[in-house]
């Protein structure tokens, strides 16, 4: 039997490295599309690489973007996948809306480019596509819990973007035949999820706070509710759509839902910390103001312009038809995610008692 090849585009983001990780393991070629930047960017994935010099190599690196056509059409020719997983994004709400345009460019029109270089290399019966859609779709709910039959109304420019998205991929695969899926994810995070979205800032926050690295957190709106998964089981999700006789869009969410508040209070419950809420009149009743530890604050800066209230997945559909179910619930994402981030603070203390400089990151 021949190896399937695959292409990650967003291959050094937190999805793209545990769907690396899975395809390998599958026996999959796996090629990844990074950016250049100026330094290093491949911290998620630096346990996978393979030195170009070694031969009959599974995973392979290449520098391309989403927003340059022509380094998009050069690698799908080079590498002809059988499958096309497009996580490549701007993925950060708040960040959309200081760039707009960029995030357009990259998650709207960076879809189409793929499509389009699909059709163009001919590749439309070869080539298996996955779009990384999201519940940011749903925005201002039209209903709960949310369906693939939901209504969209996007609330940011990231949202509005990845709308196009969406509509590009459903219109590609009904125009040329495209075997085209979107997944609608919603959130999911991990030990490896970007330092400034708000789990992991909590998880870090309050690691460093435990080791004495910092002794407050800011946040934005703490009665924001999501529906909180662990990437791991989405990406698995992301594969198994793309198996299927015929494509289909899945959406992918536990069905819980809890507050960026409860989230807090679990993970300081694992490390053992008590809570002192501060500002924007948001105390919490169950922990001791007066003598609590640590200090979360509300700084009206990490509000956004319009705002995602509550999203609360109904993954019936990929129950039944897949057979998918998350494996791993919210108390054990919350440990493993307090966990890694006590390793990381505990070498950050270290660095600090031998004397060197440890930088403060607060986003
Ligand atoms: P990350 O932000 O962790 O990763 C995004 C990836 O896209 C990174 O590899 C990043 O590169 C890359 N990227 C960004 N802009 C460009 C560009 N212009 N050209 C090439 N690559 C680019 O996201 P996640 O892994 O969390 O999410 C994966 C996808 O799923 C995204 O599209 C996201 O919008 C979507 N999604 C995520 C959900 C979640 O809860 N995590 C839920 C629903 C959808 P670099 O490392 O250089 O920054
Ligand atoms: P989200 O994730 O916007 O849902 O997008 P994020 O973790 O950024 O925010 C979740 C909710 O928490 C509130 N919040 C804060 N958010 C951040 N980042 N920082 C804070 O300090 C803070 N305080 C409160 C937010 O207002 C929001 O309501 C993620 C991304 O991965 C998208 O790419 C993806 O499409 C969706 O999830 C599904």
């Not at 759509?241 to 993970?267: C, K, N, W």
């Not at 990490?302 to 039944?320: H, I, M, N, S």
Request: proline share 3%; glycine share 8%.
């Amino acid at each position: 039997m021949t190896t399937k090849k695959a292409l990650i585009t967003g291959i050094t983001g937190q999805d793209g490295a545990y769907l690396a990780e899975l395809l390998l393991s599958k026996g999959y070629e796996v090629h990844g599309i990074k950016r250049r930047t100026s330094l290093f960017n491949t911290d998620r994935i630096d346990h996978l690489y393979q030195d170009p010099q070694q031969s009959e190599r599974r995973f392979i690196l290449h520098h391309g973007d989403m927003t340059d056509s022509s380094s998009l059409i050069r690698i799908m020719q080079q590498v002809q996948p059988d499958e096309l997983y497009n996580l490549a994004a701007q993925s950060h709400v708040a960040v959309s809306f200081e760039e707009p345009e960029y995030t357009a460019d990259s998650d709207g029109i960076g879809t189409l480019r793929l499509l389009e270089a699909i059709r163009i290399l001919g590749l439309e019966r070869k080539t298996r596509f996955y779009q990384a859609s999201t519940s940011e779709l749903y925005g201002k709910v039209q209903e709960v819990p949310q369906s693939e039959t939901t209504p969209f109304y996007p609330r940011s420019p990231y949202a509005v973007a990845k709308l196009y998205a969406y509509w590009i991929t459903v219109n590609y695969r009904e125009a040329y035949g495209i075997y085209a899926c979107n997944g609608i994810l919603f959130n999911h995070e991990s030990p490896r999820r970007g330092e400034t979205f708000v789990t992991r800032k909590i998880t870090r926050g309050l690691a460093r706070i435990k080791l004495g690295l910092q002794d407050r957190i800011y946040l934005g709106n703490l009665d924001a509710r999501r529906d909180w998964g662990h990437a791991k089981d989405y990406v698995r999700m992301q594969w198994m759509m793309l198996q299927q006789d015929a494509p289909e869009d899945f959406v992918i969410a536990t069905g819980h839902q809890y507050s960026v508040r409860d989230f807090v209070a679990a993970a300081a419950a694992e490390v053992g910390i008590r809570i002192r809420w501060e500002g924007a009149g948001q105390l919490e009743k169950g922990f001791d103001e007066a003598t609590g530890a640590c200090v979360v604050a509300v700084d009206p800066r990490y509000f956004r312009p319009t705002e995602v209230e509550t999203l609360l997945g109904d993954a019936t559909k990929a129950r039944e038809r897949l057979g998918w179910s998350p494996e791993i619930g919210f108390e054990a994402l919350v440990a493993e995610m307090m966990r890694e981030d006590l390793k990381e603070a505990e070498k950050d203390a270290l660095c600090r008692r031998e004397g060197f400089n440890v930088a403060e990151r607060h986003e």
